[in-house]
T-cell receptor, first 113, second 111 residues
Framework: GENVEQHPSTLSVQEGDSAVIKCTYS??????FPWYKQELGKRPQLIID?????GEKKDQRIAVTLNKTAKHFSLHITETQPEDSAVYFC????????????FGTGTSLTVIP | SAVISQKPSRDICQRGTSLTIQCQVD?????MFWYRQQPGQSLTLIAT?????????ESGFVIDKFPISRPNLTFSTLTVSNMSPEDSSIYLC????????FGQGTRLTVV
């Protein structure tokens, strides 16, 4: 089955700096890669996703890049703010619908004011 | 989007007892997914619940321990049976539309 690895496990940045979280996956058939943000005690919430026919996607301060050949994808957060502090999970899936998600191990991001 | 109501939100249970967690979705969906999230850990899929058939369990999870019901297209239950302290965790249900939506989670503590 699919194996998703995520690095780093913890990340601290100064407010205003950028944060980058990286994930690799093993199954070349995976074609949907979402990123979730989970604040303490809350459910995971989708922040951005990318499909395998796209190399990069951006939404304001958040961007995701995908390298299908190397089987890795990354989350980039620019101009970080304290409210960005949370745990971030990457995932890989064979599209949506009835397909399960394989989650990375999570990155705890702390933005220092 | 989908709105998922999950209950209970938390519970403290005695070892050896069972707890049933309920998830209600505001629209019909073919598959529902049940995850476990141990403290500080990622989400691990327990099983996929398909209406009208038995749930499909992932390696390490068995039906006797985590029986699942899926009586209709908007509702599912997960039971954690014969609980031990190792079952203390957060349990989440999920559905997949244009994205995956999660219930608010059930924080289970077994004492």
């Amino acid at each position: 089955g699919e194996n998703v690895e995520q690095h780093p496990s913890t990340l601290s940045v100064q407010e205003g700096d950028s944060a980058v979280i990286k994930c690799t996956y093993s199954d070349s058939a995976s074609n949907y890669f979402p990123w979730y943000k989970q604040e303490l005690g809350k459910r995971p919430q989708l922040i951005i996703d990318i499909r395998s026919n796209v190399g990069e996607k951006k939404d304001q301060r958040i961007a995701v890049t995908l390298n299908k050949t190397a089987k890795h994808f990354s989350l980039h957060i620019t101009e970080t703010q304290p409210e960005d502090s949370a745990v971030y999970f990457c995932a890989a899936s064979l599209s949506l619908g009835g397909n399960q998600f394989y989650f990375g191990t999570g990155t705890s991001l702390t933005v220092i004011p | 989007s989908a709105v998922i109501s999950q209950k209970p939100s938390r519970d403290i249970c005695q070892r050896g007892t069972s707890l049933t967690i309920q998830c209600q979705v505001d629209s019909q969906v073919t598959m529902m997914f049940w995850y476990r999230q141990q403290p500080g850990q990622s989400l691990t899929l327990i099983a996929t619940a398909n209406q009208g058939s038995e749930a499909t369990y992932e390696s390490g999870f068995v039906i006797d321990k985590f029986p699942i019901s899926r009586p209709n297209l908007t509702f599912s239950t997960l039971t954690v049976s014969n609980m031990s302290p190792e079952d203390s965790s957060i349990y989440l249900c999920s559905v997949h539309y244009t994205e995956a939506f999660f219930g608010q989670g059930t924080r289970l503590t077994v004492v």
